[in-house]
């Protein structure tokens, strides 16, 4: 059919329908062998049936589907790329043997001439370079070593005169201090007590220094080098009360040497301070006797005895059983020493008569 139809094409050009009956056998024959070539396996047959379809047909989607679906890709082989080869001819580098002594080499020695010898240029090599150092600059750290030199020697001299004037001036407060302890009561009689208030207060050591040492004699006994502002102090506290005109005055006069960083100093203003305020002054010594300082603990041991109440035995107790042993031997014999007091008065039959002190209170 095809082949009439083809021929009849040839004679009649002209006729559509003749076309039109030649595209639809052409394409129905050849998509046909090609969908039966695929089957068999025979790709390269469905392709140029296929192909041959889409070149009658080419608007004909199927067709088209088909052509593509069994077009096939040329396959360009691509060779190995040779390469050259090239041997590469490394040296074999050459190492130096380790000189060992013993095998025909000898340790080079040092001869003390040559060591001179290098000794003496690195000296003048040294001294050569310092020469070079301009004068401006010898002249400049000389100068500076003068002036702090000149420095210094004027400080001490301004701190040794100071100390001396303080030294003259704390004797003068000592000795007032100890007139007053030695009869309080007739230095108020004869100066009346306002006059004998604004003398206590010139004994006063706020302002001072406290490293002046000066030696010091008291009551035929020399005490050298001592540091007299503390001892001055706490003598101060002691005269409060004797002086000062009202008990307000005494608190308020007393209570910041409750928190004073000496022991003796803090030691007597728990005891004053005791007869005014007995709650704050307890609290204060059960500071004392947890603090870290010995010495605050040993004259807590001290307060403890001179005050004796319930609430002081429980610290000392509490200190008898210290971990420093100059605190804890301090209370023992603080412990004893009560002890042996109370059978005293015992036995003068003074037991009944003793009284509770009327400020004791509970243990903190």
Known sequence: AEEAINKHLKENPDDEKAKKLYQQIVVKHNMKLAKESLEAGDDEAAGKYAEKAYDADPENTKVKDLYLATRKIKKVTVGKTEFEKKKIKLEKPEFAETPSFG??????VVTKTE????????????????????????????????????????????????????????????????????????????????????????????????????????????????????????????????????????????????????NRVQGNAVKIMFRHNPSLALKTLKGMTSSEDRWKKISAVWVCSQLNTRETQVFLKKLAEDGDIGVSMAAEKAIKELEEKDREALSEGKMGEKKENPLSISPL
């Open 103 to 108: 095998q025909g080499q000898e340790e080079k």
């Open 115 to 262: 060591y001179m010898t290098r000794t003496e240029y690195k000296t003048k090599k040294i001294v050569q370079q310092v020469a070079e150092i301009p004068d401006w600059i010898w002249l400049s750290v000389a100068f500076n070593i003068l002036l702090l030199t000149g420095i210094y020697l004027l400080y001490n001299y301004r701190k040794k005169s100071n100390k001396a004037v303080y030294e003259n001036y704390l004797r003068s407060k000592l000795m007032l201090s100890n007139a007053l302890k030695y009869d309080a009561e007739t230095v108020k009689k004869q100066l009346g007590e306002d006059r004998a208030a604004e003398l206590f207060r010139l004994v006063s050591v706020e302002g001072m220094p406290e490293d002046i040492s000066i030696k010091f004699v008291e009551a035929g006994r020399a005490f050298t080098d001592i540091n007299p502002v503390p001892r001055l102090t706490a003598d101060m506290i002691e005269l409060a009360e004797q002086f000062l005109p009202n008990k307000k005055e005494i608190v308020e006069y007393i209570k910041p040497f409750l928190q004073h960083s000496n």
